[in-house]
């Protein structure tokens, strides 16, 4: 909920802006995102190419 709320509220802001400029500040924002998720611990795991993954995140 929260990076939708930040891409709407990132996407607003970047609208009056020149391309160049939005460009570069949308992939300062994606970098920092993924600087900031968490990282998981998989002690085993056997996945199959027909095993779906679900990615579950609280906020």
């Given at each position: 909920?929260?990076?939708?709320?930040?891409?709407?509220?990132?996407?607003?802001?970047?609208?009056?802006?020149?391309?160049?400029?939005?460009?570069?500040?949308?992939?300062?924002?994606m970098t920092?995102?993924?600087?900031?998720?968490?990282?998981?611990?998989?002690?085993?795991?056997?996945?199959?190419?027909?095993?779906?993954?679900?990615?579950?995140?609280?906020?």
């Amino acid at each position: 909920m929260k990076t939708i709320f930040m891409l709407i509220v990132s996407s607003i802001f970047l609208s009056t802006v020149s391309n160049k400029i939005e460009k570069d500040s949308i992939e300062k924002v994606m970098t920092y995102k993924i600087q900031k998720t968490e990282k998981i611990k998989i002690e085993s795991a056997t996945i199959s190419t027909r095993t779906p993954i679900i990615i579950l995140k609280k906020d």
